[in-house]
């Protein structure tokens, strides 16, 4: 049974840094590219970025890319993302994927590329 469990999420000040993580069971880790979505009240579930299954090629998007960083660890079946310097309109749910590729696209992608979910995580900043 395939299983992505995001941990991390709070309630934190603007200006703070947070680190989410996502476990993954149930699947061949390094056999796929993960990534990160978050979604606030009344909005669409938003890309943030994404890497390979090998860790060594990332892409984020542009209006995050300064602050914001994704990385995995394959020994430990996990997925991180890196927030800093964060802002009330941070304030989201925010979502790990997977989907298995044997090649990797630098680009902004769809939630309906990737085929595995986590349950989310609620990150709040306050002002």
């Known amino acids: 049974q395939v299983q992505l469990v995001e941990s991390g999420g709070g309630l934190v000040q603007t200006g703070d840094s947070l680190r989410l993580s996502c476990v993954m069971s149930g699947l061949a880790f390094s056999t796929y590219n993960a990534g990160w979505f978050r979604q606030a009240p009344g909005r669409e579930r938003e890309f943030i970025g994404d890497?390979?299954?090998?860790?060594?090629?990332?892409w984020c998007v542009p209006s995050m890319r300064d602050r914001v960083g994704i990385s995995r660890d394959n020994a430990r079946n996990t997925l991180y993302l890196q927030m800093n310097n964060l802002k009330p309109e941070d304030t989201a749910v925010y979502y790990c994927?997977?989907?298995?590729?044997?090649?990797?696209?630098?680009?902004?992608?769809?939630?309906?590329?990737?085929?595995?979910w986590g349950q989310g995580t609620q990150v709040t900043v306050s002002s």
């Open positions: 994927a997977a989907y298995s590729s044997t090649w990797y696209e630098r680009r902004k992608k769809a939630p309906s590329e990737f085929t595995v």
């Open positions: 890497i390979n299954g090998s860790g060594g090629s990332t």
